[in-house]
């Protein structure tokens, strides 16, 4: 099976890079707001710096004559003005600073929405939708948390940091050369722990996506679940996720239990470090009792600083793994996508269809699906399908509307080659009911005009289509008639409410194709008739397949194939097919006498 490349998807530019490029791009995005509010986040820095200045002054003063009240009190209304400053200009700059995070958050998830709308079914098919939402969630957050707090952290520690040292040493040199000597170990534990700290929050994020998996499965299949008496087994099986969840979170912390610690305990060392020389220096009066006091200020702003390296190498470790892992689907390139050789000027289909001698199969160099189909479906005209479970029957009808890639020159649209046709158009023109009726926790009446632009909606064009799967008066026997909310997947209604619902959502859109793939497994025959009559009426001159298992449902097709083993082994008229004696012929009389029996 030949497989064509893609180009972009929609989603953020360029895909292939690295985790940390990929942060970057992201911030670039928010570049005057970032640095607007690190701008703030200096200057409220630079006045903590200035009011231990004023204590040093005002101590020193309290030992000389110069001393009156008048003064004190000056200093003081100085530092409560200063204090003031600091919590207005606190406020702006965490509004710029972690307002850009929160639009970066929602950048980032938005990208992946849109990545993932374009991404083909091979890949929904190998990956579970909690592990989808587990990276929507979780990891969207840790990339918050790394282009938002870590941005203040990260300027507490240079910014702060460096200028305390500077006052220190400004104060006494010596002193100040002592008191850091415990810090450069901090460095050395980054080193020895981040490789560390990265790898076991990835390990805890893939368990969260495990957990999310399970959950909105079991959810899901609650009916399933609960009519083969399967409680239990789901809380063991939900136990024991959580139960791997903590120990990776135990792993996590027990590593960060030990980081950061050490990083506290290195940092403090250096307040030891003042009390034993700076205490001696104050009794030598080598050292003022204001600069004492001023030089301790400084240490403990120091300490957060120190503090703060941990924490901004912990956060960005965080959004890297997360970044990872989300680039991982970000450069999962779509198997389908439009053709270079695309004819943008083709704005509508006809529904000629003609396939020649197509193969298929899901994975390169797998077991065929599909083998050597070559079939002819004129404009307008309906053909049944039928075959056994298996047989190739779905498959076949997805390749209609490029579900999957398949080889180039194989089906043919109108005359033209598939591939020639925009997605956009090809698929918009289709309007299809799969064998499984997916309906959205919405009202009826959102769920019927899914396939429509708001601008295009008729109420009575819903009525109209409701009416002819003679859905209407059930409809209307509902508390909110139209307005009726489903539930999650429909299931408020019964199975054959469904599945006239997802038919009258793809008939709302006034296809030229109209594929009913097992449409009316759950619909008794007597109403399937009523129904398929109103459709016949309705798609006159317009191109219908139908897969059924049941020979009512295509014995008035124009043409009837039958599948097995993903080729055509019959072809032609109900009539034709009766006489020949073969898989439908068979089929037929068999159904029959069931119908006598029954």
């Known amino acids: ?92 700059w965490r509004m710029l600073i972690m307002g850009s995070a929160r639009r970066i958050e929602r950048e980032v998830r938005r990208d992946m929405f849109s990545h993932l709308q374009g991404l083909g079914f091979s890949y929904f098919n190998k990956t579970q939708t909690g592990s989808i939402m587990a990276l929507m969630v979780n990891d969207v957050n840790a990339i918050r948390m790394a282009t938002g707090p870590s941005f203040i952290a990260l300027t507490d520690a240079l910014f702060l940091g460096s200028l305390s040292l500077f006052f220190m040493f400004s104060i006494n040199t010596k002193l100040t050369l002592f008191s850091i000597l415990p810090l450069p170990g901090i460095l050395l534990m980054i080193a020895k722990f981040g490789p560390m700290i990265q790898s076991r929050f990835k390990a805890v994020q893939e368990s969260f996506a495990q957990i999310s998996a399970q959950t909105q499965e079991s959810f899901s299949g609650i009916r399933v679940v609960k009519g083969f008496v399967q409680e239990g087994k789901e809380i063991e099986d939900f136990e024991r996720n959580c139960g791997e969840y903590v120990d990776k979170n135990l792993q996590l912390i027990r590593i960060w239990g030990l980081f950061f610690p050490i990083v506290t305990i290195l940092a403090n060392l250096s307040l030891t470090i003042l009390y034993l020389i700076g205490g001696r220096s104050v009794i030598q009066n080598t050292l003022t009792f204001g600069e004492f006091v001023s030089f301790a200020m400084y240490i403990n702003l120091l300490v957060w600083p120190v503090i703060a390296i941990g924490w901004v190498f912990n956060l960005l470790q965080r959004g890297i793994a997360s970044s990872k892992r989300i680039l991982e689907l970000l450069n999962t390139e779509p198997d389908v996508f439009d053709s270079p050789k695309a004819d943008r000027s083709v704005k509508q289909i006809r529904g000629k269809f003609r396939i020649d001698n197509l193969s298929f199969s899901y994975t390169l160099g797998g077991k065929p699906v599909l083998e050597d189909i070559h079939l002819v479906i004129p404009e307008g005209t309906s053909i049944g399908i039928m075959g056994k479970p298996g047989s190739g029957k779905s498959t076949l009808v997805s390749l209609f509307y490029r579900l999957f890639p398949f080889e180039e020159n194989r089906i043919f649209l109108d005359g033209e080659e598939i591939h020639r046709v925009p997605l956009p158009v090809l698929r918009g023109s289709i309007g299809y009911v799969p064998q499984d009726s997916f309906l959205f926790s919405d009202t009826i009446r ?30 209307m026997a509902f508390h909110d008639g139209f307005d009726t909310l489903v539930g999650e997947r429909g299931i408020t209604l019964s199975g054959g409410q469904r599945q006239r619902l997802s038919i009258a959502r793809a008939l709302v859109i006034r296809p030229r194709v ?59 008229s109900h009539e034709q097919l009766v006489r020949r004696a073969g898989y439908y012929s068979r089929l037929y009389e068999l159904q029959k006498l069931e119908e006598r029996i029954a």
Do not use: W
Not at 548 to 568: A, M, P, W, Y
């Open 514 to 572: 109209l594929i009913l793939d097992d449409a009316f497994s759950a619909v008794d025959s007597a109403k399937e008739t009523q129904i398929l009559e109103n459709i016949r009426r309705e798609m006159k001159g317009r191109t219908m397949i139908i897969i059924s298992h049941r020979v009512s449902t295509v014995k008035d097709c124009d043409n009837i194939i039958v599948l097995e083993r993903g080729r055509i082994i019959e072809s032609g």
């Open 446 to 475: 959102n769920n019927i005009t899914f396939g429509l632009d708001n601008g295009c909606i008729d109420t009575e064009d819903i009525e109209r289509v409701a009416g002819l799967v003679s859905l209407h008066e059930e409809i």
């Open 1 to 92: 099976m030949k497989s064509n490349r893609p180009r972009s998807t929609g989603g953020a530019e360029p895909l292939k890079r690295d985790a940390f490029r990929f942060l970057i791009s992201y911030i670039k995005r928010h570049i005057p707001s970032v640095l607007s509010g690190v701008l703030l986040l200096m200057f409220v820095d630079f006045v903590q710096l200035i009011i231990p200045k004023i204590v040093q002054r005002t101590i020193d003063i309290l030992g000389m004559e110069a001393f009156s009240n008048e003064l004190i009190a000056r200093n003081t209304g100085i530092i409560l003005a200063l204090a003031f400053a600091m919590i207005i200009l606190r406020f702006f």
